[in-house]
DNA sequence: TGTGGTGCATTGGTCTGACCAGTAATTGGT
DNA sequence: ACCAATTACTGGTCAGACCAATGCACCACA
């Protein structure tokens, strides 16, 4: 062992050790954004560590964002450096489809029991609310010609919640917000392509028209089903633009094969 | 090599590969949140990858926060935890107790689709693991002599939370956990009276025995159907309650665990 | 004088097998 | 019945080997 292993807090583990050191020698300026680091094999002789170690802290500062690797060439300092920590749910979501479309079929009955709700115990200024806000948004779909996919997905959220708080319960209203934060913020790339193709953007305008309309004229059933339709045929769209996905193969998978 | 390394993303390396494929089994409810998962030996020998790999691929997964790691133990799936913690709701519940009531009706929505799912998408193991946490939770309710309440609620929550995973759907699992914790954290503690009084046990048991018949029979509509019922009389009771309870008041009850 | 190929040294990526270090259930003695 | 030692796990670490991609120095050929 070529160097002291002094003690960090009881639980650093020694690529935590790797991780919290390295950090600091970038904080330090000793490595900068966009610099080499030494190589692996170096940075074990300089540690004091094994090399199996070092990847794990390598590792550790790779899935923050921190440093980034290539075979063959080596790890630089990462020139941006990271921004947020996300829950460990949003990671589960991304990079598999497959919870987009569970998330989907969650939202689409809060939403519709939400819509069914705000027609039924909306009272009249919950309904003059709901029509400013959609007709902020319908006005801002027809007349814009280079739209501006971000400010429409405002539009079309200040709408959705505006019949949500119609119901008066505070508790859908809360857990739909959560559920639209977490689709917007992991699949949003997806949800600008429904924006820009004409085809669905007219069938999403018409059916927040038959929402509205459900909505403020008091229609419960109505209301319920055409928000449920709305969610399933944004779902049916982005089922669409997936490309093929890889769903073989795992439903197979037992619990008793791994014990 | 033990086993074939079919091509996923070309720039998947190994422990990539081992992240992905873990988080695939974690979402298909192969391995549950709170569970241990498999030695990493054994993990090793099913993933067809070598141990040092399979840690960096660990590795990931527990910077990610999904998977908890001990010493001398294993790796236990990390209970997810609620898309935002701290919400302001829990100030709502200080103030108005008739959040619960718009939370139990949340709940219901939920519960009853996670039946419906339950009993349609359930596979012979889910049915398996729901009877055996119903025989749990009613054998106790009606061999035990003085009842502990506690214990109880907890098989309740137990046979519930089967349900629910079976519908395969970890955004609505997850949804229904964070409804449920809002409950467990909160002052509420009037569902207690529930389990103390004979008559609404008794027709708490009749409506599980009914729920389990029907999830594990398949009968997707009459599942759903009883999961509202189920939650109805439970919200009516506790409206019944509450009226009583005023007086009461301000006792110092703890929070209880609840289905 | 380029210019394109070819090797080779260096980098990260992976595997193997060994040993250290906690944990918890089992066992055996009191 | 209780408590302590044993033991069979678990993850944590290490060493050294080999594979695969990179990129630069070098050299042959136009």
Not at 22 to 38: A, C, K, T, W
Request: glycine residues 4%.
């Amino acid at each position: 062992m070529a160097a002291e292993n002094q003690a960090l807090s009881p639980g650093q583990r020694r690529p935590d050790q790797v991780a919290t050191r390295l950090e600091r020698l970038i904080l330090d300026g000793v490595f900068r954004p966009g610099q080499l680091l030494p190589s692996e094999r170096r940075l074990c002789d300089r540690l004091g560590v094994s090399r199996a170690s070092l990847r794990e802290g390598l590792r550790i500062l790779r899935s923050k964002g921190i440093i980034d690797t290539r075979q063959g060439h080596g790890s630089t300092v990462a020139t941006l450096l990271p921004v947020n920590q996300q829950s460990p749910l949003m990671h589960l979501f991304k990079d598999h489809p497959r919870t987009l479309f569970d998330l989907l079929e969650v939202r689409a009955l809060l939403e519709g029991e939400s819509a069914r709700l705000a027609a039924s115990r909306g009272t009249s200024a919950d309904r003059v609310l709901i029509t400013r806000r959609y007709h902020e948004m319908a006005d801002y779909a027809e007349t814009a010609e280079p739209i501006d996919v971000e400010r429409l997905a405002r539009f079309d959220h200040a709408f959705h919640l505006a019949v949500s708080q119609a119901s008066h319960n505070p508790v859908l209203v809360h857990t739909l917000q959560s559920l639209t934060d977490l689709l917007l913020s992991s699949v949003f790339a997806s949800v600008k392509h429904l924006y820009h193709l004409p085809v669905p953007r007219a069938m999403i305008n018409q059916q927040h028209a038959q929402l509205h309309d459900a909505v403020v004229s008091g229609d419960a059933e109505q209301a319920k089903q055409v928000a449920l339709e709305h969610l399933s045929s944004i779902s049916q769209l982005l089922r669409d633009l997936e490309v093929e996905h890889d769903r073989l193969e795992r439903s197979s998978m037992r619990l008793e094969e791994w014990q």
